[in-house]
């Protein structure tokens, strides 16, 4: 028997969390990704930019989490990790950002809905998630779409 | 060339990127990128929580993948020049495969003194089978 997903949740908004962008983890993401660009990596290079910082990569903000229990929120969805894939993501950057910047992280779970394809019927939760920052400015909106195994 | 820099009005449709090859992949990495990342699902570092669950063995990060095609597109646009980047995930990138990230650009479009180019990218394995499949809009400086 296939597993069943909580539609309640759709709506749902997560309490917001605050992020502090840190030099090293801009630093240790790219070293992560092999990307060996000067932009992410050295300081002078940054400084000597428009920017007068190091930036951060263009998918950087996958890093943005709430330190909380994800689990919880797969449990109120009906599923467990095991089960997850990543289907779907899209980063659209109003600006860079730099090293020492903090953030308000808010998401919101837009649809959960149900398709069989051909490994079997598979649910799909969509999430959107706002970065803004001590302006108020929305710096992006960050999509992503979850695949569950049902 | 690498990190040199680029002008909207030397791009034309159907240009395309300089491929990118990284891996092949291994676990080290995974770890590294889980480490990096925050993404610490057991799926991409426990072989056998991996067979469990279904899925043959570890399996690399979806992001880590969207990463090599972030890093194609900022290789050729600029670190600072995407606007919005966005994948599907098509199939998994195992261990040991090797991951070429291409684009290719599918449109330009002026406005307000801003300059966008739209592109398709994508990445695929060793096997030529798309493994993410997306566009991407990135700004790019006028000349003069």
Redesign the interface.
Known sequence: MPIQLNKGVIGKESPPFVVTVERG?IK??A?????A????LDDRVGQASE?GDL?A???FM??F?DGGDSGEFLRELGTD??????????????R?IRPGETFVCRSKVLDVYEKTGRSGPMGFVVRETSVTDNTNEVVALV?HITVV?L | MKYSKIYFDDVKVGDELPPLVKGPIQQIQLTRYAGASGDFNPIHQDDEFARAAGMGGVFAHGMLSMGFVGQAVTDWAGATAVRKLGVRFAAIVRLKDIVTCRGRVLGKSSKDDVNLVELEVWAENQRGEKVVTGKAIVALPTRG
């Open positions: 983890k240790e993401f070293r992560a990704l092999g990307d660009n000067p932009a992410y920017w930036v990569p263009p998918t996958t890093t989490r990790i095991s089960r997850l894939l990543h289907g779907e993501q899209e980063f659209e950057l109003f860079p999509r195994r």
